[in-house]
């Protein structure tokens, strides 16, 4: 499983995944004519709420940093909401 995000317009989706990279939080980049359009994370696997939550900030400071302007936290509180809402309660 995976999904796959359009990179933001003037944005190369390529320089996203790099950038992640370099922060140790591996996606991939689009193959054939998506490459440098959209980028890929996976969630396949455990991945565990801080797994999640650390991608999604460290996606909204690479953004950031190549120029997008991103309200820091609005990601973070947006997953939170959701993970909330979705918690199994015993």
């Known amino acids: 499983?995976?999904?796959a995000v359009e990179a933001p317009a003037g944005i190369d989706g390529q320089?996203?995944?790099a950038r992640l990279r370099e922060r140790?939080?591996?996606i991939a980049g689009g193959?054939?004519?998506a490459k440098g359009r959209i980028f890929r994370i996976a969630h396949m696997g455990y991945?565990?709420?801080t797994d999640l939550l650390g991608t999604i900030g460290a996606?909204?400071?690479v953004l950031s940093e190549l120029g997008y302007p991103v309200t820091p936290g609005v990601g973070?509180?947006?997953a939170r909401e959701i993970l909330a809402k979705e918690a199994?309660?015993?």
């Open 88 to 90: 199994v309660t015993p």
């Open 47 to 49: 991945i565990d709420e």
């Open 76 to 78: 973070l509180k947006a």
């Open 59 to 61: 996606l909204e400071q």
């Open 15 to 17: 320089k996203v995944v």
């Open 24 to 26: 140790g939080i591996w």
């Open 31 to 33: 193959q054939a004519q």
């Open 1 to 3: 499983m995976l999904t």
